[in-house]
């Protein structure tokens, strides 16, 4: 059974592969394809952006071997403050993380403050000035 499970990419070469068999019971390979199919069609790991990222921020993409897993969102606002939204998902884990930049004339930073969640969902707040 491990060897069928190794070949089972794409998932359509599990059932052909359930279907040659003929050590294979049919109750137990109709569980099998069961468990095959609700692990196929599982939620994304890809979390949605919350709400108050605007629309134009510009967005990239986090990947956690090349599945999307997660964003970085970079705006200004009117004020000139700098924002970033970062966060992932990795199994459950991973953070979420609110950061405003504010810069001086010469577009140093002058001050950073951050606050949201670390990788393991602990609430984490940090700033300088």
Same mark, same amino acid.
């Given at each position: ?31 099998? #394809?069961?468990?095959? &199919?609700?692990?196929?069609? %599982? ?6 952006? $919350?709400?108050?990222?605007? /629309? ?21 606002? #009117?004020?000139?403050? &700098?924002?970033?939204?970062? %966060? ?6 991973? $953070?979420?993380?609110?950061? /405003? ?29």
């Amino acid at each position: 059974m491990q060897s069928m499970i190794a070949n089972c990419k794409p998932l359509t070469n599990c059932f052909k592969l359930l279907r040659k068999s003929r050590s294979v019971s049919f109750l137990p390979a109709l569980a099998f #394809a069961a468990i095959l &199919i609700a692990q196929h069609q %599982q939620q994304s790991p890809l979390p949605e952006l $919350p709400a108050e990222v605007p /629309r134009d921020a510009d967005i990239r993409m986090v990947l956690l071997d090349k599945i999307p897993t997660g964003q970085d969102a970079v705006w200004k606002s #009117a004020d000139g403050t &700098i924002h970033e939204f970062l %966060q992932f998902n990795d199994r459950g884990r991973g $953070p979420k993380i609110y950061t /405003r930049y504010r810069l001086d004339g010469k577009g140093l930073i002058l001050s950073e403050e951050s606050k949201g969640v670390d990788y393991m969902k602990t609430p984490s707040q940090r700033g300088s000035h």
